[in-house]
Structures are given as structure tokens and as C-alpha cells.
Nanobody, 123 residues
Framework: VQLQAYGGGMVQAGGSLRLSCAAS????????MAWFRQCPGKEREFVAA????????YYGDYAKGRFTIARDNAKNTAYLQMNRLKPEDTAVYYC?????????????????WGQGTLVTVSS
């Protein structure tokens, strides 16, 4: 499975961006999908995950109420809609897929990673 993340860019505080993660190589049927991010000078952290079976999501604390994760299994694509962005959301965002359907927050629970897409939020 290859993952391609895109949609990053520069946006002003309060703005929105939608990230996409396209999977290729095989269908990601049965795979949990997730987004992580790495802010400058910090370790990679969990943003959100979404189950394949029922589409149930799980969010990191700072993502709740502002970010929405979604997936289109027919298109093998996952999305992260980010609203009311803050400068502290500036990071490289990575999508990941796990060969299971559990909403895991640890990066060790994922088997495939995209290359990352940079999001810069200016104040």
C-alpha cells in the first residue's frame, strides 16, 4: 500500500484546509486510517483516526470540535477537514494506515505512512 497525502499549504489563523490521503497498491478495505502531525521541534502526535467497518472516528484532544476525519472507501481516500486553524497547528501532517480496524493513537499501531504534507498557519 502506498499513501499519498496532499492538500497542505499556508492559511491564516481562523481559516480552513482539507487534507486528502489517497491509497494505492491495493484496496484499504479493513484498514484503519489515521492522521498524525509533527509540529516544529516536537515529536509526531496523533490527530485522528477512522475505522473502516463503521466509519467511527476518534480525535486527539486538540482536534475535537475543529477537525473532522472522513473516508471514502470506494475511492481509497481519507480526508482531514481542519477548521478554525491556529498557528500552533503548523506542522507536517502524515496519513497512516493500519492492517486492523482499531482506533489506535500510537504511531506504532500503523503499518503504512504517507510522505507528509506541510500546513502553515500564520497569525
Amino acid at each position: 500500500v502506498q499513501l499519498q497525502a496532499y492538500g497542505g499549504g499556508m492559511v491564516q489563523a481562523g481559516g480552513s484546509l482539507r487534507l486528502s490521503c489517497a491509497a494505492s497498491g491495493r484496496t484499504f478495505s479493513g484498514y484503519v486510517m489515521a492522521w498524525f502531525r509533527q509540529c516544529p521541534g516536537k515529536e509526531r502526535e496523533f490527530v485522528a483516526a477512522i475505522a473502516w467497518s463503521d466509519g467511527s472516528p476518534y480525535y486527539g484532544d486538540y482536534a475535537k470540535g475543529r477537525f473532522t476525519i472522513a473516508r471514502d472507501n470506494a475511492k481509497n481516500t481519507a480526508y482531514l477537514q481542519m477548521n478554525r486553524l491556529k498557528p500552533e497547528d503548523t506542522a507536517v501532517y502524515y496519513c497512516a494506515a493500519g492492517v486492523h480496524d482499531s482506533l489506535v493513537v500510537s504511531s506504532e499501531g500503523y503499518d503504512y505512512w504517507g510522505q507528509g504534507t506541510l500546513v502553515t498557519v500564520s497569525s
